[in-house]
Antibody, heavy 125, light 108 residues
Framework: QVQLVQSGAEVKKPGASVKVSCKAS????????MHWVRQAPGQGLEWMGW????????NYAQKFQGRVTMTRDTSISTAYMELSRLRSDDTAVYYC??????????????????WGQGTLVTVSS | SYVLTQPPSVSVAPGQTARITCGGN??????VHWYQQKPGQAPVLVVY???DRPSGIPERFSGSNSGNTATLTISRVEAGDEADYYC???????????FGGGTKLTVL
């Protein structure tokens, strides 16, 4: 069965960086894009970007451009999300989510069919 | 950037029908997906491609999408349906994913 298992909670100081991992199992890791979504306490879901595990190509939300880096290690079926220059408002639960594509051509669409359990990142001095 | 608007809260009595809306400019031309999130848990897909249900999701969950509004309908609401619900689309013009602000469903 498909599983996405994320790394444990982190506490960081403002200005530091954090790297969260997401280990995939139960499917071909390189066959599905991996997205990252975060959720601040009591707030909604916020999309951060994706990585194509096959090519390593990435696409980041404008808000995080220059601060986020998504990478992968195909040998261990793991995706990573690193966020730098952390601020207090980066305190959130960070999720990885697998994208399932359907349709074709101009009608290609996708949704998130599996999610990791979430990683709480707390930024505090 | 594309914006999705959801009501912050919806309340319904057990056994009744809950309707949660998601508004966006010409959203009917996009594919809308809905997620359920219970406290302390990751989101779960309940409807995809406007109106399809993943396996394991009860038939009580259905969706529609037309014009500027998509709607998630939950029939015969149960206490276990109490959760936050989020709509989501992919804005192909900018290759960005957009979530609605979320709606808290309260079962009275």
């Amino acid at each position: 069965q498909v599983q996405l298992v994320q790394s444990g909670a982190e506490v960081k100081k403002p200005g530091a960086s954090v790297k969260v991992s997401c280990k995939a199992s139960g499917y071909t890791f390189t066959g599905y894009y991996m997205h990252w979504v975060r959720q601040a306490p009591g707030q909604g879901l916020e999309w951060m970007g994706w990585i194509n595990p096959n090519s390593g190509g990435t696409n980041y939300a404008q808000k995080f451009q220059g601060r986020v880096t998504m990478t992968r290690d195909t040998s261990i079926s793991t995706a990573y999300m690193e966020l730098s220059r952390l601020r207090s408002d980066d305190t959130a639960v960070y999720y990885c989510a697998r994208a399932y594509y359907y349709g074709s051509g101009v009608h290609l669409e996708y949704y998130f069919d599996y999610w990791g359990q979430g990683t709480l990142v707390t930024v505090s001095s | 950037s594309y914006v999705l608007t959801q009501p912050p809260s919806v309340s319904v009595a057990p056994g009744q029908t809950a309707r949660i809306t998601c508004g966006g400019n010409n959203i009917g031309s996009k594919s809308v997906h809905w997620y359920q999130q219970k406290p302390g848990q990751a989101p779960v897909l309940v409807v995809y491609d406007d109106s399809d249900r993943p396996s394991g999701i009860p038939e009580r969950f259905s969706g529609s999408n037309s014009g500027n509004t998509a709607t998630l309908t939950i029939s015969r609401v149960e206490a276990g349906d109490e959760a936050d619900y989020y709509c989501q689309v992919w804005d192909s013009s900018s290759d960005q994913v957009v979530f609605g602000g979320g709606t808290k469903l309260t079962v009275l």
